[in-house]
């Protein structure tokens, strides 16, 4: 017995002539097909929303394609398999079991995913790669060739799969990773046979500013060996979690470190994408470090602890091993190595640190007896020092004076800082409920922060009146330091800006 029919209702769609289904039990609407062959009559295999399939393509079991997902080609998807958001599913591709495809996330040519994997994101899987069992493929990462996900496996972010790479159990694949062979988790690791610490351009010294947010990019690398001493490919997420920061005596860092595999807007000095790819038998984790606390100039190694199996008549015997590039305890053969890390204060920053450019504009937007001026505040380039980071309310009006026929007004733009050609900013100078002017300019003409102060000599005379006159912000440089001003508005409303006192200056 069918379980629906096709309407009169037609579309075009990439050279393919669609009909929108029917439910004939429920009389609802579904998604698009080209013809019954793309939809079984047996089953609760449904087609909904906006969903096309077409081609060869076909929809079989209880699977269901929703919202606005395509299948075409040859795909099949089977079973209790579910393909909805905005993905993508073509060729001789195969999803069946509990799987899912999802968001807006692509699996082509003769890939093939099942069990209660999931794909998600911009996530692509190609050719004839595998993801099965509880694994998922998500954000922007890429499967190609001959791979297999498995397990409770996720690889994520821009990590790019090819060849005929495995990766299993809980291993976790992130950020730029480039695999290309089998991948294994720290259970499998058995020992090391090299253990290194680095700056990420191969140097032995770091500076830090001691503010918590300036991060340097360092590199952990290692070569991992299995229980038949061959050598395996650990992922940079399995060595981050399994290393720690220790000092030359072997003891743990006690000063107030932070690192993650994830930059943060401070990087510096700046370091181009990283691509965390395994070299021959070297595995490698890049991680930005952070000092939250001021102290002397120290040195940095790092050790990692494994277990070790080992046979002893007929036994397994299992114990703790120690790997340690520290020069005291270290018991282990690996050669010591270190980085020296030199901690500098949180900037304090004077007047002598910044400084500011006018640009005046006349007659401003043809409106007569009127005077634009932009103030542009920067840190002093003579000193290395550039803008990374802004905090300032926008928009905000923050000073208003009237005498006679003079009204001037004074306000803060955006939050941006960098020079932009092609910016322009608009602000609304309220006089009254009634009394107000438009004004249009260009914005970001150089690098800094920007304050408009707007002036106009029109209309009655008014009495004297003047409110406000101040607003704080703050200027962070490349390394994180907070430079926390304020913008006085003097006579004429020409703007002053002044460091604030050291006590406020949070570095």
């Known amino acids: 017995m069918s379980k629906y029919k096709i309407t009169n209702e037609s579309m075009e769609y990439n050279g393919y002539l669609l009909w929108r289904i029917e439910c004939l039990k429920t009389r609802r609407k579904g998604g698009w097909v080209e013809s019954e062959l793309n939809l079984s009559q ?8 906006n ?20 299948v075409f080609g040859a795909a099949r998807i089977t079973a209790e398999a579910q393909v909805y958001g905005n993905a993508v599913v073509s060729d001789y591709a195969i999803v069946t079991a509990s799987a899912q495809v999802y968001d807006e996330a692509s699996v082509e040519d003769s890939a093939q995913i099942y069990g209660n994997a999931t794909i998600c994101g911009n996530a692509l899987v190609s050719a004839y790669a595998k993801v099965y069992d509880y694994a998922s493929v998500e954000g922007s990462a890429q499967i190609y060739d001959n791979v297999h996900v498995y397990g409770h496996a996720t690889i994520k972010d821009r990590a790019y799969l090819y060849k005929d790479a495995h990766v299993k159990g809980n291993t976790i694949v992130s950020n730029n990773e480039r695999v290309g062979e089998n991948l294994y988790n720290w259970e499998d690791v058995n020992a090391l046979s090299m253990l290194k610490i680095s700056m990420v351009d191969g140097s032995k010294t770091a500076v830090l500013y001691a503010n918590g947010k300036h991060q340097v990019a360092i590199k952990i690398s290692l070569e991992a060996r299995d229980k038949a001493g061959f050598s395996i490919g650990i992922p940079a997420k399995e060595i981050m979690e399994h290393i720690e920061f220790v000092d030359e005596e072997n003891n743990p860092i006690q000063l107030k470190l932070s690192y993650s595999d994830q930059a943060g807007l401070y990087v510096y000095p700046p370091t181009e994408e990283l691509i965390q790819q395994r070299t021959g038998p070297v595995s490698s984790a890049v991680l930005y470090l952070a000092i939250h606390e001021y102290t002397k100039e120290f040195r940095l190694c790092v050790r990692s602890k494994i ?8 036994i397994q015997r299992i114990k703790r091993v120690e790997y340690t590039t520290s020069k005291e305890f270290n018991y282990s053969a690996i050669p010591p190595d270190y980085i020296a890390v030199k901690v500098l204060p949180k900037r304090q920053f004077t007047q002598e640190n910044i400084r500011v450019q006018t640009f005046t504009e006349l007659d401003v937007n043809g409106i ?16 290395g020092l550039f803008i990374r980071h802004s905090s300032c309310i926008p928009r905000k009006w923050f000073h208003y004076r009237q005498l006679g026929i003079y009204k001037g007004c004074t306000i803060s733009t955006d939050h941006s800082f960098s020079a932009d050609d092609n910016a322009v900013f608009t602000a609304k ?7 107000f002017r438009k004004v249009m300019a260009k914005n970001h003409e150089v690098e800094g922060l920007c304050f408009w102060v707007y002036q106009a000599w029109e209309g009655l005379v008014w009495s004297y009146y003047e409110w406000g006159g101040e607003m704080y912000f703050s200027l962070f440089d490349q390394c994180g330091n907070e430079a926390s001003l304020i913008a006085h508005a003097g006579e004429e409303e020409q703007l002053h800006f002044f460091v604030r006192m050291e006590e406020f200056n949070h570095g």
């Open 429 to 435: 100078f309220e006089f009254t409920s009634s009394k």
């Open 42 to 49: 047996t089953g609760s295999s449904w087609i909904a929303d």
């Open 51 to 70: 969903a096309k399939v077409y081609g060869e393509a076909a929809i079989l079991d209880n699977a269901v394609v929703s919202g606005n997902a395509e």
């Open 368 to 383: 007569p007896n009127s005077k634009l001026t932009k103030y542009y505040v920067q840190f002093n380039a003579q000193d």
């Open 307 to 314: 277990k070790q199996w080992s046979q002893d008549q007929n």
